[in-house]
């Protein structure tokens, strides 16, 4: 099948390749399937591209490249909806956004201090197996990491 990109143009994937969201993102339910693309040799950081939406791309990279860790529990209903069964492989990433800090007039305006924030309390867990994937809402982290972009 053939998806188009505001990032990558258009994309040639085959159907194995796509990731479901039984229920959508928070803020972006009516978007279900998606495709992770990366750039090659660029491994830290890839884009969990919507199949609905060609402007709907999220940055995504997994907590353990900011040396974090998590252990938490999956409610029945989330593991129901991944089709989660005892031995599947689980993948957790978090989705990453970039903020200014003051408030730009134009649209074209480059910002003097950007930030980039990884959600730490919405990770997005990932069936390997059955290609399904939730996002879960954590109702507290031990740790906050700021990461900021250099000029």
């Given at each position: 099948?053939?998806?188009?990109?505001?990032?990558?143009?258009?994309?040639?994937?085959?159907?194995?390749?796509?990731?479901?969201?039984?229920?959508g993102l928070p803020g972006?339910?009516?978007?279900?399937?998606?495709?992770?693309?990366?750039?090659?040799?660029?491994?830290?950081?890839?884009?969990?591209?919507?199949?609905?939406?060609?402007?709907?791309?999220?940055?995504?990279?997994?907590?353990?490249?900011?040396?974090?860790?998590?252990?938490?529990?999956?409610?029945?209903?989330?593991?129901?909806?991944?089709?989660l069964q005892e031995q599947?492989?689980?993948?957790?990433?978090?989705?990453?956004?970039?903020?200014?800090?003051?408030?730009?007039?134009?649209?074209?305006?480059?910002?003097?201090?950007?930030?980039?924030?990884?959600?730490?309390?919405?990770?997005?867990?990932?069936?390997?197996?059955?290609?399904?994937?939730?996002?879960?809402?954590?109702?507290?982290?031990?740790?906050?990491?700021?990461?900021?972009?250099l000029p």
């Amino acid at each position: 099948m053939q998806i188009n990109t505001a990032l990558f143009g258009p994309q040639e994937i085959n159907d194995d390749d796509l990731i479901t969201f039984p229920k959508g993102l928070p803020g972006f339910e009516g978007n279900t399937q998606f495709k992770v693309f990366h750039e090659a040799g660029k491994p830290t950081v890839h884009w969990l591209q919507s199949v609905d939406d060609a402007d709907l791309c999220l940055s995504v990279m997994e907590p353990k490249l900011l040396d974090l860790g998590y252990e938490f529990s999956l409610t029945p209903e989330q593991a129901e909806l991944i089709d989660l069964q005892e031995q599947d492989e689980l993948t957790v990433v978090l989705i990453l956004c970039k903020s200014d800090t003051e408030t730009n007039e134009s649209a074209e305006a480059v910002p003097s201090d950007s930030r980039i924030r990884a959600n730490l309390t919405g990770p997005v867990v990932i069936n390997a197996r059955s290609r399904k994937a939730i996002q879960v809402s954590l109702p507290r982290v031990e740790r906050v990491t700021l990461i900021r972009a250099l000029p």
